[in-house]
């Protein structure tokens, strides 16, 4: 199995990034898929989650900001991020029913 993570980068403080998480290997539409971060001398924490059924459940920190979303077509979760703050700055990483992980993408929000 694989889950490959892209779209992180350098945006300014109330900018919006789309993250985007393709898997391989796995029978996608059958799997829980969420995105968690992991800030510099921090714990990996939940971003937000999403069920084969489309239940989705938010961090308090990010609700009304970020949209998670999925392509069971495309084999494709994704994390529409808009009115970033500097506190967003982490290492995103897409997981697959808790139990298989991407390789992360930086998110970096600053002036």
């Known amino acids: 199995v694989q889950l490959q993570a892209s779209g992180g980068g350098l945006v300014q403080p109330g900018g919006s990034l789309r993250l985007s998480c393709t898997a391989s290997g796995l029978f996608f539409d059958r799997n829980d898929m969420g995105w968690y971060r992991q800030a510099p001398g921090k714990q990996r924490e939940l971003v937000a989650t999403i069920t084969t059924t489309l239940k989705t459940n938010y961090a308090d920190s990010v609700k009304d900001r970020f949209t998670i979303s999925r392509d069971n077509a495309k084999n494709t979760v994704y994390l529409q991020m808009n009115g970033l703050k500097p506190e967003d700055t982490a290492v995103y990483y897409c997981?697959?029913?808790?139990?298989?992980w991407g390789q992360g993408t930086l998110v970096t929000v600053s002036s």
């Open positions: 997981e697959a029913a808790l139990f298989w």
